[in-house]
């Protein structure tokens, strides 16, 4: 904690934020990542990932949610309260399946991007401006991460308040969820002893996995803020060679051509992006807004506030990967405003064809929530106000 609260401060203080390096910040959270996906079997950024006991575990345990669902849904068919109270919770089981699916299907695609993020910090570490904006950004994506684990083992937390007040105060026995298992009657004192142990577990594993998920994710796309930086400090050093009047063309030419090939990795990562995460986000926009829409329903049309605490996680969730999709948008952008706002007019006309030429190809790569809309914050601000009114 200590450690923690130190590197807190560090973010603030420049002096000792240049001090650190940026590839040891990056060791630092996937080590921090890998207590989640190693507790639920998907540590796809190893060498040599094997399913492991925790994977058979998460893959059975997203089967017989998908079985316990099915059955509850049938044995209240007709209840149409109970009926939505229950399929509230699917979206975070769908969200589950695909998302493992997701990691464990796209293995080499995870673990050659960890291999190649870790190589470009090693890289630019030897570059004190390059390390310095590259840390600044690994080091907020850690305490986002940080600030993450903590605000969902709260809400988790929360999930045993009512149920746990209930029980001890007025003695009756309240579910955490509208989720029942085959052949167990949860009104019998035995049967809500074993139907209220298995939701625990999946609230532990459910709040593991999304960590693992979610935060995997926002490790990959986030990390474009801190390589469209390390783009702008290149053509800041390109302006400062155009102003050098000792400077020798071979050297400037050497910058443009690392400039292209830099241009070129950034929107070969931003389609990367929008190419392997195109279906993962359709399901967990649509799925978090469906679950927010029938959770609403549920509390105001029968009063159970035992939802809130779910209603908080799903709405933030959905918050989280529109927040994503506007900081993408937003180092495209600056990505095409660095490229025309800088001394290109400088170059000789060789380079300055170069130059137009990049500036041309800027491509306006954007997440979609499947092609149908875009995913950002624009989006969540539109699906709350369809919320409200409904």
């Known amino acids: 904690m200590r450690q923690?609260?130190?590197?807190?401060?560090?973010?603030?203080?420049?002096?000792?934020?240049?001090?650190?390096?940026?590839?040891?910040?990056?060791?630092?959270?996937?080590?921090?990542?890998?207590?989640?996906?190693?507790?639920?079997?998907?540590?796809?950024?190893?060498?040599?990932?094997?399913?492991?006991?925790?994977?058979?575990?998460?893959?059975?345990?997203?089967?017989?949610?998908?079985?316990?669902?099915?059955?509850?849904?049938?044995?209240?068919?007709?209840?149409?309260?109970?009926v939505m109270d229950t399929l509230s919770i699917s979206g975070i089981g769908f969200q589950g399946m695909i998302k493992m699916w997701s990691g464990l299907s796209n293995v080499e695609f995870f673990r050659k991007k960890r291999a190649d993020l870790r190589s470009m910090h090693a890289r630019n570490g030897r570059h004190p401006e390059n390390n310095y904006v590259l840390l600044k950004n690994v080091l907020v994506i850690l305490y986002i991460f940080r600030f993450f684990s903590v605000s969902y083992s709260v809400a988790g937390l929360f999930l045993f308040v009512i149920p746990g007040y209930m029980l001890m105060v007025r003695n009756e026995e309240v579910l955490l969820f509208a989720l029942e298992i085959p052949t167990v009657d949860p009104l019998t004192h035995t049967g809500y002893v074993v139907t209220m142990g298995y939701q625990v577990f999946m609230v532990f594993l459910a709040i593991a996995g999304i960590l693992a998920a979610d935060m995997g994710i926002m490790i990959i796309v986030l990390h474009i803020v801190g390589i469209v930086d390390v783009f702008r400090n290149t053509m800041n050093e390109l302006d400062q060679l155009l102003e050098d009047p000792d400077c020798e063309d071979d050297e400037i030419h050497e910058k443009v051509t690392e400039i292209c090939m830099m241009h070129k990795e950034i929107i070969g990562y931003e389609e990367e992006l929008n190419e392997h995460y195109f279906f993962t986000v359709f399901v967990q926009v649509i799925t978090s807004v469906t679950c927010l829409s029938m959770t609403l329903f549920v509390i105001f049309m029968k009063g159970d506030w035992t939802r809130v605490m779910f209603l908080f996680a799903t709405f933030f969730q959905l918050l989280e990967f529109c927040a994503l999709g506007t900081s993408l948008t937003l180092k495209v952008t600056i990505t095409s405003l660095t490229l025309s706002t800088h001394q290109v007019y400088l170059l000789c006309p060789s380079d300055q064809r170069v130059a137009v030429m990049l500036h041309r190809s800027q491509n306006a790569?954007?997440?979609?929530?499947?092609?149908?809309?875009?995913?950002?914050?624009?989006?969540?601000?539109?699906?709350?106000?369809?919320?409200?009114i409904l």
């Open 4 to 82: 923690f609260l130190k590197r807190k401060l560090v973010l603030f203080n420049e002096q000792g934020l240049r001090s650190l390096r940026a590839v040891d910040i990056f060791d630092e959270l996937m080590r921090f990542l890998h207590h989640f996906i190693a507790f639920v079997g998907a540590d796809i950024f190893v060498e040599h990932f094997r399913w492991t006991f925790q994977t058979y575990v998460s893959f059975f345990s997203l089967v017989l949610f998908a079985v316990n669902l099915i059955y509850t849904v049938t044995v209240h068919w007709g209840e149409w309260y109970a």
């Open 365 to 388: 790569v954007e997440m979609t929530i499947g092609g149908l809309a875009l995913l950002n914050m624009e989006t969540f601000v539109e699906v709350c106000i369809v919320e409200r």
